[in-house]
T-cell receptor, first 112, second 111 residues
Framework: DAGVTQSPTHLIKTRGQQVTLRCSPKSGHDTVSWYQQALGQGPQFIFQ???????QRGNFPDRFSGHQFPNYSSELNVNALLLGDSALYLC???????????FGAGSRLTVL | QKEVEQDPGPLSVPEGAIVSLNCTYS??????FMWYRQYSRKGPELLMY????GNKEDGRFTAQVDKSSKYISLFIRDSQPSDSATYLCAIYGGATNKLIFGTGTLLAVQP
């Protein structure tokens, strides 16, 4: 079992650009959550997807959007990148209703 | 006030020491309490999961919850250099079904 896989591992963008991050959940999991982890901080909840719909959202602007596909994989899109968007973006999966999350290794985004 | 408060450290201890990591939380509606360990350049991994007040032990690790004080702790006995990582407390429950993390405590166990 590969667990949660994320791509790309690292990427560098410039201000104003757009980025798409991808996540494949652990086998048997159908719910995907995205977190942003700034350097030296704990992960901050962005949103959660289940049945291809956004079920819950944290305190993030509309520049952050997502999608879940029928195979439960997910994408996180960030538009109009700001320097402050530089962070480790973590994808976590779980079975529906479960509160234990399995995390991927993350995608490290640097915005210059 | 943050929903979860955690001392960021860093905390440096000699090998074999007992480590105590702590968090406080503000909302008494929170029901589930977890500790995640995060190695450098890796995602968090679940270490301990507790529901009720009291202690839960797993090998060298003990998780303690005091709901009356809204205080959770993680104790590591006989600490090893391989325990060097960031330890994140996380809570779940209340009105929102999302996992809320503390800032994490960076632990270094010196050989």
């Amino acid at each position: 079992d590969a667990g949660v896989t994320q791509s790309p591992t690292h990427l560098i963008k410039t201000r104003g650009q757009q980025v798409t991050l991808r996540c494949s959940p652990k086998s048997g999991h159908d719910t995907v959550s995205w977190y942003q982890q700034a350097l030296g901080q704990g992960p901050q909840f962005i949103f959660q997807y289940y049945e291809e719909e956004e079920r819950q959202r944290g305190n993030f602007p509309d520049r952050f959007s997502g999608h879940q596909f029928p195979n439960y994989s997910s994408e996180l899109n960030v538009n109009a990148l700001l320097l402050g968007d530089s962070a480790l973006y973590l994808c976590a999966s779980s079975a529906v209703g479960a509160n234990v999350l399995t995390f991927g290794a993350g995608s490290r985004l640097t915005v210059l | 006030q943050k929903e979860v408060e955690q001392d960021p450290g860093p905390l440096s201890v000699p090998e074999g020491a007992i480590v105590s990591l702590n968090c406080t939380y503000s909302n008494s509606a929170f029901q589930y309490f977890m500790w995640y360990r995060q190695y450098s350049r890796k995602g968090p991994e679940l270490l301990m999961y507790t529901y009720s007040s009291g202690n839960k032990e797993d090998g060298r690790f003990t998780a303690q919850v005091d709901k009356s004080s809204k205080y959770i702790s993680l104790f590591i006995r006989d600490s090893q250099p391989s325990d060097s990582a960031t330890y994140l407390c996380a809570i779940y429950g209340g009105a929102t079904n999302k996992l809320i993390f503390g800032t994490g405590t960076l632990l270094a166990v010196q050989p």
